[in-house]
Antibody, heavy 117, light 112 residues
Framework: QVQLVQSGAEVKKPGASVKVSCKAS????????MHWVRQAPGQGLEWMGW??????KYSQKFQGRVTISSDTSASTAYIEVSSVTYEDTAVYFC????????????WGQGTVLTVSS | QSVLTQPPSVSGAPGQRVTISCTGS?????????VHWYQQLPGTAPKLLIY???NRPSGVPDRFSGSKSGTSASLAITGLQAEDEADYHC????????????FGGGTKLTVL
């Protein structure tokens, strides 16, 4: 069965960088795009970007400050957020869609990022 | 501010029917892109509830249904049960700014 397992919670100071991982299993990693979605406390879901076969696309809001990468040999996707601020405090989810379908069938369990001085 | 607009909260008594609206624009729902719905229980990841406007994944009760018209979509839940209390999110595709996935702000359903 498809599983997406994310790395553990992070606490960062303002201005630092953070890198979150998402390890996939149960399917051929390179055949599907991996997306990243975040949810600030008490807020809705916010799409950040995706990676597919080395190609990446970012929400305009995060362009330049977020980097999505992957290691196909490890079936793992990553998202790195640089220069974090208090507004980056959120739960970060990885999510997989299917080719040609614009919805997310599988989700990681989420990684809590807390930005605190 | 979310691209798709949902009411912050709705409520209903057990057994009743509730609907949750999702309003978009000409670059997303109005452009013909499908609407999908997710259910999110407290402290958990979202779960796909409805895809392609009105299709249920295997295992989702037929008490949940979706519809779409023009620039809006709706999720209907009939025969409300206590375990339906959750946050519900709509999602679509937007063709502006090079294309992206977009979400609503989420709706908290309270079962009275």
């Amino acid at each position: 069965q498809v599983q997406l397992v994310q790395s553990g919670a992070e606490v960062k100071k303002p201005g630092a960088s953070v890198k979150v991982s998402c390890k996939a299993s149960g399917y051929t990693f390179s055949n599907f795009a991996m997306h990243w979605v975040r949810q600030a406390p008490g807020q809705g879901l916010e799409w950040m970007g995706w990676i597919n076969g080395g190609r990446t696309k970012y929400s305009q809001k995060f362009q330049g400050r977020v980097t999505i990468s992957s290691d196909t040999s490890a079936s793992t996707a990553y998202i790195e957020v640089s220069s974090v601020t208090y507004e980056d405090t959120a739960v970060y989810f990885c999510a997989r869609d299917s080719p040609g379908l614009f919805y997310f069938t599988y989700w990681g369990q989420g990684t809590v990022l807390t930005v605190s001085s | 501010q979310s691209v798709l607009t949902q009411p912050p909260s709705v409520s209903g008594a057990p057994g009743q029917r509730v609907t949750i609206s999702c309003t978009g624009s000409s670059s997303n729902i109005g452009a013909g892109y499908d609407v999908h719905w997710y259910q999110q229980l407290p402290g958990t990841a979202p779960k796909l509830l409805i895809y392609g406007n009105n299709n249920r994944p295997s295992g989702v009760p037929d008490r949940f249904s979706g519809s779409k018209s023009g620039t809006s979509a709706s999720l209907a839940i009939t025969g409300l049960q206590a375990e339906d209390e959750a946050d519900y999110h709509c999602q679509s595709y937007d063709n502006s700014l090079g294309g992206s996935r977009v979400f609503g702000g989420g709706t908290k359903l309270t079962v009275l």
